[in-house]
């Protein structure tokens, strides 16, 4: 579904190396026109979606956060949402597990639907919802609890088992998978404060996964890590693909070149571009969209 | 010169340090050599001109009634000078009230310590103000010197600062220090007459000892009993009310009102800790405890009109605004992340607030929670309003039991010999009772501590 890239398509994507002053100025002006479109340039609409998005906007108080927002998210997929700070990438993927309703000042309109429900139909209990979409957030936030009981909370809320061996084994079973398991099984009765900060954070990502959630939700999960942290929680992302469908936030380029397999780019509150990873980064259609992954803004 | 116009002299003389000390440091700043700002130069040399000449001042001030009072001994013939010291008190109120009154006195020995007496607190008031301006002065001319450039200024002045500050805490915890002190070697004195063990063990207390030899009236016992038990009795009734009102009014506060709802209900509950524990007092004693004895009558129980009931439940709204402030602010200070971690895993708010808040705000709500129940324990006007005088050792909240403090009031107004087992007896109470609420202190201090921790 792409509209009006005529004008972009025929001119070809210019490599960062080559001088850019002119250039700028240049493509400025012939692509000013597109800016103005509020239209998503792109394959934003995908067959069979996981999660459907459509003329969403959000506002706090008056202030209006995301504007006409409409993207598919497929199964089993990974979609980085990227963009420079404060375009609402993050506002967006809390409104799709209403996290949003915390706040009392934001309002949400336009249609949101998890295989086909409307989430925030009044039927739709955000309690249940959230259960199905799991959440990773920025700074890790394990409860001052152990390490086994930060991913027995869940299970437990849920009811999700019913003997200790079962609920033993959800623990065991969710560590693993978010591949911390090896390296805290001597100590799971130890304070899940008491980790590193990537140990931290995959012990989150353990106690999303420990309730079974069908989407899970990523705000920048790795930006307080450092280079090794990171690495491993982008692999286990890469593995965590075969069972969830994952919405990514990150800010950083690579990140989301190295994990996903689209890519949604927000400015201002819009969706300007949405396409395959490699075509964003390697032949963006739109011009803000360039300007950020060539790192002149952002 | 009087001490207002020193001080003010003082005080000019600093001024005129701090812009001399500056200009002095402007004028070397020129060639770059300076080691700190120009006013840092000008404070410091004020200091120098002011602190020394003030703390002569104090001094002054604080010696010169005993040197007066040694002038005026000399001046007197010997004749009265040796007479007992009784009578030599009196003669020199007497002098005192003359030279108070400004009036001349026929006779000529009063007459002769009062000119020596005006004479001597001249001298001293010419000598002091001498003193005083040269040493204001001779500090502007030590800043002058050209020794000023050469100090840190600025890590001078930061030390003076620092022992300014020293000093303050000082003052605190000697203070602190000396009525545990007091305290203490008064209780030691009661100890030497009753029994340690007889005080911290007996049942009875009855502290009534006989004031003549020839009165008749008992030794007095004083087992320290039923007092405690009082006051754990009435302050376990207060805590009953306090902690499930305060702990679910903060949790109300902090996780369900609106910031608007907030913003005046916080307040208004807090104002509670504002009404003056008398005004408590007399609306136990008056409103709340004949309440009960009539409803208690009305399904036929006897209750006594001043109950510990009463007194429990008035003392526990009084401390309601401790529990929930405290717990209020532990609550919200619960990282935000906590809440969203559980919720984005599909807890409810009730399950978020059971599960996670609560138990991460446990050790600040424990300790906010003891801090109300050392407040209640030393809690003194409503019980002795509301609760009674009669110390029976009972566990019927229905009773007129008294406590702690109530004694300690009670042995203490009136006429009172002060070396009576009665009266040292207020000393041993209050010292018991500072050792509970400074155990408890402790132990909450050391759970508010710990909680910090938590999330660094």
Redesign the interface.
């Given at each position: 579904m792409s509209i009006n890239t005529s004008a972009k398509i025929s001119q070809p994507f210019q490599a960062n190396t080559e001088p850019m002053l002119e250039e700028t100025s240049n493509k400025a002006t012939t692509k000013s026109s597109d800016n103005k479109s509020d239209i998503t340039i792109g394959e934003n609409i995908i067959e069979n979606p996981k999660f459907s998005t459509r003329n969403v906007d959000v506002f706090y108080d008056d202030k209006q956060a995301i504007f006409n927002a409409s993207l598919d998210i497929g199964r089993n997929e990974v979609i980085a949402l990227i963009g420079p700070s404060g375009c609402g990438k993050s506002t967006f993927l809390r409104t799709l597990?209403r996290?949003n309703d915390?706040i009392?000042s934001c309002r949400i309109s336009g249609e949101i639907t998890l295989d086909g429900e409307n989430i925030y139909d009044k039927k739709m209990d955000p309690?249940?919802?959230?259960?199905?979409v799991?959440?990773v957030?920025q700074?890790a936030?394990?409860?001052?609890?152990s390490i086994y009981d930060n991913v027995a909370?869940?299970p437990r809320?849920?009811g999700l088992a019913r003997t200790n061996s079962e609920l033993d084994e959800i623990v065991i079973t969710s560590l693993e998978k978010a591949g911390l398991f090896n390296e805290v099984k001597d100590r799971l009765t130890a304070p899940g404060?008491g980790l590193s900060g990537g140990q931290q954070q995959r012990l989150?990502i353990a106690?999303?996964i420990s309730?079974s959630p069908e989407v899970i939700l990523m705000d920048e999960p790795a930006s307080a890590l450092d280079p090794i942290a990171t690495a491993i929680i982008e692999e286990l992302i890469d593995e965590l693909r075969v069972n969830f469908t994952i919405a990514i936030v990150t800010h950083s380029m690579q990140q989301a070149a190295r994990v996903s397999q689209r890519t949604a780019y927000f400015h201002m509150g819009k969706i300007i571009e949405v396409g395959n990873t490699s075509q964003i980064f390697t032949n963006p259609r739109h011009q803000l969209t360039e300007n950020y992954i060539t790192g002149k803004f952002g | 010169m009087n001490s207002s116009a020193l001080f003010l002299l003082i005080t000019g003389l600093s001024l005129i340090a701090y812009f001399t000390g500056r200009r002095q440091a402007f004028s070397h700043a020129l060639q770059g050599k300076l080691k700190a700002l120009p006013k840092h130069y000008g404070i410091l040399t004020a200091m120098w001109s002011g602190i020394p000449a003030l703390l002569l001042m104090l001094m002054w001030i604080m010696l010169q009634p005993s040197y007066l009072h040694q002038q005026i001994l000399h001046s007197l013939p010997d004749s009265i000078a040796n007479q007992s010291s009784d009578t030599l008190e009196l003669y020199i109120n007497n002098i005192n009230l003359a030279i108070a009154d400004g009036s001349d006195i026929d006779d000529p020995i009063i007459q002769k310590a009062i000119n020596g007496y005006r004479q001597a607190e001249n001298n001293s008031r010419y000598l002091l103000t001498g003193l005083v301006f040269l040493l204001s002065l001779s500090g502007i001319i030590f800043g002058l010197t050209k020794k000023l450039i050469n100090i840190h200024a600025r890590i001078s002045i930061e030390r003076a600062v620092k022992g300014f500050l020293v000093l303050c805490s000082g003052v605190a915890i000697v203070t602190t220090v000396g009525i545990v002190l007091s305290v203490l070697f008064e209780a030691l004195r009661f100890f030497e007459s009753i029994s340690f063990f007889d005080f911290m063990f007996g049942t009875n207390w009855s502290p009534q000892t006989a004031i003549r030899d020839d009165q008749a009236g008992s030794s007095g016992s004083f087992g320290a009993i039923p007092l405690f038990v009082g006051t754990m009795l009435i302050s376990a009734i207060a805590m009953m009310i306090a902690v499930p009102v305060g702990l679910l009014s903060a949790i109300y506060l902090s996780e369900y009102a609106t910031a608007r709802f907030r913003t005046i209900a916080k307040p208004t509950l807090e104002l509670l800790a504002g009404i003056p524990t008398v005004v408590y007092g007399f609306f136990a004693a008056l409103s709340v405890a004949p309440f009960i004895r009539e409803a208690g009558e009305s399904i036929g129980l006897s209750v006594a009109s001043e109950s510990a009931l009463a007194a429990g439940i008035v003392m526990g709204v009084m401390i309601i605004p401790f529990v929930s402030s405290l717990s209020d602010d532990v609550i919200s200070a619960v990282p935000q992340s906590m809440r969203d971690g559980s919720l984005g895993l599909g807890a409810t708010k009730s399950e978020t607030i059971k599960q996670v808040i609560i138990p991460a705000a446990l050790p600040g709500i424990v300790g906010g929670v003891l801090l109300a129940a050392s407040r209640a324990i030393g809690e003194t006007m409503i019980v002795v309003m509301a609760a009674g005088l009669a110390a029976k050792l009972t566990a019927n909240p229905l009773d007129a039991v008294t406590t702690v403090t109530v004694q300690i009031v009670t042995l203490l107004t009136g006429d009172q010999e002060f070396d009576s087992p009665k009266t040292l007896a207020a000393f041993a109470l209050g010292l018991m009772l500072f050792a509970t609420t400074l155990i408890l202190n402790v132990i909450a201090l050391h759970i508010v501590r710990k909680y910090r921790e938590q999330y660094e």
């Open positions: 597990n996290m915390t009392p309690v249940l919802l959230r259960a199905r799991g959440m957030f700074k936030n394990p409860f001052p609890k909370y869940g809320l849920h404060t989150c106690r999303t309730v | -």
